[in-house]
C-alpha cells in the first residue's frame, strides 16, 4: 500500500504567478529563481513550466548540470558564483553566467583565461552585508573585468536588506551605488527580489529575480500582501487519515502528554509528520482542513503522524484527505504557527513526499 501522503504541484497556478510577475514588471527581464531544488517542488518538474522566465537563477553546479542535461536553452545564472576552480571548466561548458562577488573568485577567473567569452554578475554590497565587493571597489572591479577576461556583458548586481513594502532602506541601497559607481547605468542591472517586484517598481531595472512569489507565498510572511495580486499557492501539501480514535476526558494525546483533554473527543490520525516536512513546533492553534472544515492538530507532531480534532467533523473516515496546507490552509499561515516563514517549510519537505503534477 502506497502511503498516502503528497505534495501536489499546480502547473496552472505557477504558469499563472509567472504572468502575473510578468505584468507587474513588464519592462524587466525574468530570472525565476529555482534554488533548493525549486524550493522543495522539484526543479525538474518546475523549470519546463516556466519556459516563459528569460533565464533561471540557480545555487549549485549540478543544479545547473540537472538543467542543461534536461533540455534547458536558456541563460542560467550562478547566484554565488564558483567555490573551487576546478568548476570553471564547465561553467564554461555549459555556457553559465557567473555571479563575482569576492577577490578570490575574480582572481581565479582571470588566470583561467578562457578564450571563450563569458557573461559575468558582479555583486555589490550596498547594504545587506553579506556578499558582494564594497560599492567604492566597483568602477575598478569592472576596469580589471574588462582588461583582463574575456567577458561578453557585464551586469551589476544588489541584494535588498529590506524591501517589505513601506521600507525605505532600499533607496538607501541604490542610492549608495548610484553615488559610488561612476555611469553604473551603462550597464544592465538586477537588483529586485520578490518583495521589490511587488512593491518597488523603481527597483525593477533591468533583470528582476523572483522567488518565493513564483511558489505563491508572500515575501513577507502575511498571505494578505499577496491576496490582492492574485497571486496562487503551487504547492497543495496533503494526507489523509489512516486511523480514528475515541478518547474519554482526561486522558492525553500524543508524545509527552502535552496535551490533555477536558472532553470526550474523536481523533484523526494523518498520515504526515516532522520527517515528511510538517514542523515539530507548531502552536497549539494550528489548524488543517478536512471535508472543508478547518479543525485543530492536538497534541505534539511526531515523526510520522500528526492527531487532529474531529469531533465536529462526523463525515470523516479512514482515507478522508486532510490538506497541511495548500489553498485553504496557507502556508504562512502554518510558518507563523512555528515560528519560521514559508521559504523554509517549502524547502523542508522531504525526498519521501512524491511530488505529482497537476
Known sequence: ????????IHTNALKNNLKIIKKIASKSKIWSVLKADAYGHGIKNIFPILKNSDGFAILTLDEAIILRENGCKKPILLLEGFFNKEELCLIY?????????????????????????INIYIKINSGMNRL???????????????????VYEITLMTHFADASKN????????????????NYRNFSCSFANSAATLWHSYS???WIRTGI???????????QDIAKK???PVMTFKSKIISIQKISSRETIGYDCQYYTNKKYIIGIVACGYADGFPRNINNKTYVLIKGIKTLILGNVSMDMIAIDLTNIPEAKIGSSVELWG???????????????GYELMCSVTKRVPRILK
Open 132 to 150: 558582494g565587493f564594497p560599492v567604492k571597489d566597483i568602477t575598478n572591479i569592472i576596469n580589471i573585468i574588462k582588461n583582463q577576461i574575456n
Open 93 to 117: 561548458k555549459y555556457f553559465l553566467t557567473i555571479t563575482l562577488h569576492n577577490k578570490w573568485q575574480l582572481n581565479n577567473l582571470i588566470k583561467y583565461k578562457s578564450k571563450y567569452p
Open 327 to 341: 489553498k485553504n490552509i496557507k502556508i504562512d499561515d502554518i510558518a507563523k504557527s512555528s515560528n519560521t516563514i
Open 213 to 223: 512569489i513564483l511558489y505563491g507565498a508572500s515575501p513577507t510572511g502575511n498571505w
Open 167 to 182: 521600507s525605505n532602506f532600499i533607496r538607501k541601497q541604490i542610492n549608495n551605488i548610484q553615488k559610488n559607481i561612476i
Open 230 to 232: 492574485k497571486i496562487q
Open 204 to 206: 525593477h531595472y533591468d
Open 1 to 8: 500500500m502506497v502511503r498516502p501522503i503528497c505534495a501536489i
